[in-house]
């Protein structure tokens, strides 16, 4: 059985904003950074990925929760993470959709892992072409309301996020090792050109 994503879940477009960025230290919400969420994948909430700003017209909804999914909408690399904590009174920006399973026969792990998977990018690459005029790549939220999910049983769904945690662990490992071997490797070329 197939269900669209509308029917399983409620998908939030973080907040809008209409001028710049009202940054204050005293603020009263927190603004997640998206460079928070690695190219592997995972989501790193540290000091230097939130910052205070002044929101008073913050809806409810907007506010990320424990086990909500963020989606990056913008651009050529649409990830999506799972949240498993996050300081309180945190949003996003509207290039990302907060992504609420509400029926639950789903697991939010295996939803996030569905929309990483190459059928859900097959499906936002179409929604994409559909669009005009645009220079960014953006996935709507019409276009992840759309997107189908097959219902597996909660053993199988829970299997397929394992497996997609390990994957996602071992990218980032992957990719912290060649930066390393980079910084290793100049290391070298510098000292070596420093003889002459």
Sequence with gaps: MVFQFKNISNI???HV???KIPYNT???????NMDAISTAGIVRISEENIKKIQLNNIKPEEIIMPGDILFKAKGLNNTAVLIDSIPPNTTVTASCHIIR?????FLPEYVCSWLNSAAAKNHFSKGAGQATGVTIAN???ATLETLEIPLLTLKNQKLISEIEECSKQEKELLLKIAEKKEMLN?????KELQKY
């Design 12 to 14: 939030i477009t973080g």
């Design 17 to 19: 904003f209409r001028s």
């Design 186 to 190: 100049r290391a070298i070329i510098e």
């Design 139 to 141: 996935v709507s939220k």
């Design 26 to 32: 005293g603020g009263n919400i927190n603004l997640l």
């Design 101 to 105: 399973v509400v029926d639950k026969n």
